[in-house]
């Protein structure tokens, strides 16, 4: 499917949003620890991290839509890490990967979580099917923490 399709569904999904909802995956669960488990800095972690495993989940439809990423907790020490966050899909180690999020995690003190408000991306990306969705992640210094995280979806955007 090409840009000029994927603007239309884009612009039906305005005009029509009623049949629209958001999903944010893992659903019921506190997201997913994506960890930067690397021997050096700014190198993609080792394990793609399973966001939603393949197959029927509720309000994980065919097509459904890509819209954004919300961090919820880093576990980094403190001090500011500087890294990206990366979503794609597919079995694990062949994701087609389609989205990259830059990420500035840190706790600003030893007994305080640095929060994020989601990260939307520009337009959304249409997922055909109900594959895995997975993260890496990379970071301005290796070591075994990251954060924890949940994609934010939407189906009922278009056909």
């Not at 190198?43 to 065919?62: C, L, N, Q």
């Not at 929060?115 to 520009?122: D, E, H, N, V």
């Amino acid at each position: 499917m090409g840009l000029p399709q994927e603007s239309r569904q884009s612009y039906k999904a305005l005009v029509d949003s009623g049949n629209q909802r958001y999903y944010a995956f893992p659903s019921g669960a506190v997201g997913v620890a994506v960890v930067n488990a690397t021997t050096g800095a700014w190198a993609w972690s080792t394990v793609d991290f399973t966001i939603i495993a393949a197959g029927a989940v509720a309000g994980y439809t065919d097509p459904s839509w890509l819209c954004g990423i919300v961090v919820l907790q880093s576990t980094w020490s403190a001090a500011t890490i500087y890294g990206d966050i990366a979503i794609g899909y597919g079995a694990a180690a062949a994701e087609t990967w389609v989205a990259e999020f830059p990420l500035l995690a840190g706790v600003p003190t030893a007994v305080g979580l640095a929060t994020s408000g989601p990260i939307y991306l520009p337009h959304p990306i249409k997922i055909v099917g109900v594959p895995r969705i997975g993260a890496r992640i990379r970071a301005s210094t290796s070591a075994a923490t990251g954060c924890t995280i949940k994609v934010i979806m939407a189906s009922g955007v278009g056909s």
